[in-house]
């Protein structure tokens, strides 16, 4: 296992992470929970075997995962560790929230401090909203009375938030991004992780594999890696596209199984910081390259067609199919476009008043495209 130094902070941590988000889960009162004894073992397997982060936060696993997480790091764990959790945005109504929700994290992780605490799922309205109940203070108090030792944020919206993001406080000891090779241009992307690493913000991925999507590649993606003379893993490949980059510290993985747990400690053993051979790089993005391709629709979400007179969701319906095709995955298609059409936005709204076409400045087809995609879902 590679160790970096995290930024600036004066310690090391390792490249692989542990995301507490996908624990092994057990059916239990018509209910999932966590399957307590075999995440424990896994947290600390990997802990034994050199893991030094561990994320968590408060929604995972319907709040289950701080208490199993705080399990996992008594006797002696707690300290082998740079532990982090997340302020859950979407709850704070008011200023003392904050507070409040640091304080519940704190006694259900059982611990006395968090190593870093981070806002949860930056957007614009969220950013706007927390810069409007002034987090700044309620953070540099917290890193005062002991909580946190130090700020973060995690990040899901598009570059130019991202810069709004960083401006918006000194005192950002870390940002989490979701990147991989096939999130370099979308998001933060590389441009926002070159961005952090100039102002020495450190990164930590996250969704390196794309929530598991990029270990399960479909047939064309899986001929090139099996027609490779490098036999690699599809995983492997991924893992150590986001381990090339410096400005990444650690890069999470939200393992489910001990298998799992035993891979990547076994992947990140080979992988290191500008471990990427030009020649390697050129076949990541022939790997990408081929995701695009089962791409049917090429939007590029630009939301010029919106708002659309008759409130269907374009840019979504088309991602939504989209990722079906690209990832092989028509179920993922399916249950997002039931979504929409549960809260009638889906294509068969379209009276082909063609105002979308007139705005897109890629001249796709689009009604053509809603009315394909909207009788595919009633082939089902
Ligand atoms: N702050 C945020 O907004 C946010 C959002 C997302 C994630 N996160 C954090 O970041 C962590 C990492 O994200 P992620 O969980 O999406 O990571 P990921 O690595 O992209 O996806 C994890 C999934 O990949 C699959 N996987 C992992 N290792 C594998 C292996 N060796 N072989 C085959 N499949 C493998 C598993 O899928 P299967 O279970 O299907 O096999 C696993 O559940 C999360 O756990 C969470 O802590 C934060």
């Not at 510290?249 to 051979?277: C, H, P, Y």
Request: proline content about 5%.
């Amino acid at each position: 296992m590679q160790y970096v130094p995290f930024g600036r902070h004066g310690f090391q941590v390792s490249r692989l992470g542990f995301g507490c988000m996908r624990l092994p889960t057990k059916r239990q009162d018509e209910k999932d929970v966590i399957d307590r004894d075999e995440a424990i073992r896994m947290i600390r397997h990997g802990i034994d075997r050199g893991i030094s982060y561990v994320d968590t936060a408060y929604p995972y696993h319907s709040g289950e995962s701080e208490i199993v997480v705080g399990l996992a790091l008594k006797d002696g764990y707690r300290e082998k560790v740079t532990l982090t959790t997340k302020l859950p945005l979407w709850a704070v109504h008011e200023e003392k929230d904050m507070n409040r929700l640091l304080d519940e994290q704190l006694k259900k992780l059982d611990v006395p401090y968090l190593d870093f605490y981070l806002l949860h799922a930056v957007n614009k309205d969220r950013l706007d909203q927390m810069e409007a109940f002034h987090f700044q203070d309620f953070l540099l108090e917290a890193v005062r009375d002991g909580r946190i030792r130090r700020p973060g944020f995690s990040f899901h919206d598009d570059y130019d938030v991202f810069i709004r993001a960083l401006d918006a406080f000194d005192g950002w000891g870390m940002a989490q991004i979701q990147f991989n090779y096939l999130d370099d241009e979308t998001q933060a992307g590389e441009k926002g992780l070159r961005e952090a690493g100039k102002r020495g913000v450190p990164i930590v991925v996250m969704e390196p594999l794309r929530g598991g999507a990029l270990a399960n590649p479909p047939e064309n993606v899986a001929r090139l890696i099996r027609e490779s003379p490098k036999k690699r893993s599809a995983v492997e490949w991924a893992f150590s596209y986001v381990a090339d980059y410096a400005e990444v510290a650690t890069i999470l993985s939200g393992m489910s199984t001990m298998e799992q747990v035993e891979d990547n400690l076994r992947i990140f053993d080979g992988l290191k910081v500008g471990g990427l051979s030009e020649e390697d790089k050129k076949f990541v993005h022939g790997l990408k390259e081929a995701y695009l391709s089962r791409m049917p629709v090429k939007c590029t979400a630009c939301r010029y067609c919106q708002p659309c007179p008759q409130d269907v969701h374009i840019p979504e319906i088309f991602s939504f199919y989209n990722r079906g095709k690209m990832f092989d995955n028509p179920g993922f298609f399916r249950g997002r476009y039931q979504d929409l059409a549960n809260q009638g936005f889906d294509a068969s709204r379209c009276v082909r008043c063609g105002a979308c076409e007139a705005a897109c400045p890629q001249n796709l087809p689009i009604a053509e495209w809603l009315q394909t995609i909207d009788a595919e879902f009633k082939r089902g």
